[in-house]
């Protein structure tokens, strides 16, 4: 289930993110293939965790995306830390010294904007995922064989069938 944030601005920017909210208040963006983002928005922490996959890629998108946040000035470069979950990060943003300026708008415009230069590569990986899939599930003729079309033989390869070898078998002979 989406939500939506509205600004009462008529010449604000809308965005449009997969987002819950929490029953004590958070926003969670699942919009992303390797993390998911929590924004909290009392304690102004957003916390990043990796979704059940856990790789390097996790990682590197939390990296990628608390740099974005650093770079542009969002969060405080001080606190990215690790979080109390395994794999997790987190950072915290300050409040906006212009009045006008709703610092959760500006995490939420920013995390868009993150999530869509992402989304070419993201493609890129699902894309490969799937051709890899395809070529497993339904390989092609000059790619499989069919049952009894390759011949046995009593004996295929370097190791001899039932012979146990001692690991330090060439330790001794010296």
Do not use: C, W
Request: hydrophobic letters at 30%.
């Amino acid at each position: 289930m989406s939500i939506k944030i509205s600004i009462v601005d008529p010449n604000a920017i809308k965005i449009a993110l997969e987002a819950r909210k929490t029953l004590d208040g958070n926003i969670m963006i699942m919009d992303h293939l390797h993390v998911d983002i929590v924004i909290d928005p009392k304690s102004r922490t957003i916390i990043t965790y990796p979704k059940a996959n856990l790789n390097e890629d996790a990682y590197e998108t939390q990296n990628a995306y608390f740099s974005q946040l650093s770079s542009e000035g969002v969060i405080l470069r001080d606190s990215i830390q690790s979080g109390n979950v395994f794999g997790s990060l987190q950072a915290t943003y300050p409040n906006s010294s212009n009045e006008e300026t709703n610092p959760l708008h500006v995490v939420l415009l920013t995390t868009k904007n993150f999530i869509k230069e992402e989304m070419g590569y993201m493609q890129m990986e699902k894309d490969y995922e799937d051709e890899v899939d395809e070529e497993y599930l339904d390989p092609t003729p000059e790619d499989s064989t069919e049952l009894g079309e390759v011949p046995e033989e009593p004996k295929k390869g370097s190791i001899t069938p039932y012979y146990v070898r001692n690991y330090l078998g060439g330790y001794f002979s010296y």
